[in-house]
């Protein structure tokens, strides 16, 4: 599918990272602070270290690994759309009180994944959603009282600047190298576009408030990413 028809029927997404997910860890290992900057999310979650943890849109695991590095005695399920993620999500070492199903991360009651959690990491997953709204309002619903939830994601829409470098290293490394390593699929055309169009800063953290999630706060990374990804953490109130 081209990147246009992508963002007009999300629910095409996990079908698109069917295509590459074999390339997934590859590319992201290319990106210089993608690993670390997972693990901070997770860090900034503040949970226990035996917390029932969900990661929803898991991928191949690279956020499931953050979380188990960061709470070793946590038990935490891997919930994502796309079966060839989960496929590789599978096919690494993890703990036997990790596991990993595919599910919509816009049914999770129909995923098996109601809680309720302690925490739920959602990385790189919120912008992807047909109905972002929908989405808050079952992860309000799945989270324990007082549990934790983070959106780790990209927000550019407050700033010229990191719009603007956004754009320019979209267009020059991400979609580039995208194409080269996985010609047949346009998700990371997808991926420059999805980005641009989601909230500001301010706009989820104001969408989050209004869904009736407490402390919202913001903390973003480092390097190129610095006000480009963000951990946006809240709670539901106990
Ligand atoms: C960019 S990857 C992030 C993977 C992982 N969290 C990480 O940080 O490396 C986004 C993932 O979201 C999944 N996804 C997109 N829409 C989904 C949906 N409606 N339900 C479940 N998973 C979905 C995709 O299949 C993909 O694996």
């Not at 709470?71 to 990993?100: C, L, N, Q, W």
């Not at 992860?139 to 603007?164: K, M, N, Q």
Request: hydrophobic letters at 40%; glycine letters at 8%.
């Amino acid at each position: 599918m081209k990147a246009h028809e992508i963002v007009a029927d999300r629910r095409q997404v996990p079908l698109e990272f069917d295509q590459v997910a074999h390339r997934y860890d590859f590319l992201t290992a290319l990106n210089p602070g993608y690993r670390k900057h997972l693990r901070w999310s997770a860090e900034r979650m503040g949970l226990p270290s035996h917390a029932r943890i969900l990661d929803l849109c898991c991928g191949t695991g690279l956020s499931t690994r953050a979380l188990i590095e960061t709470y070793p005695d946590a038990i935490v399920e891997g919930i994502d759309g796309s079966h060839a993620m989960i496929a590789h999500a599978r096919r690494k070492s993890f703990p036997t009180r990790v596991s990993f199903r595919v599910g919509d991360a816009m049914n999770l009651r129909g995923a098996g994944a109601e809680g309720p959690w302690d925490g739920i990491l959602m990385a790189y997953g919120i912008r992807n959603m047909p109905d972002i709204d929908e989405c808050l309002a079952q992860i309000l619903t799945c989270l324990a009282p007082g549990g934790v939830v983070c959106f780790h994601e990209y927000s550019v829409a407050d700033s010229l600047w990191t719009r603007s470098l956004w754009n320019a290293v979209a267009l020059s490394v991400i979609v580039p190298f995208g194409r080269a390593t996985s010609p047949g699929s346009d998700i990371y055309r997808y991926l420059r576009q999805s980005v641009v169009r989601f909230d500001g800063v301010k706009a989820f953290e104001s969408r989050l408030r209004r869904h009736g999630f407490t402390g919202v706060r913001t903390e973003t990374m480092d390097g190129w990413q610095r006000g480009i990804v963000h951990s946006f953490i809240a709670r539901r109130p106990a």
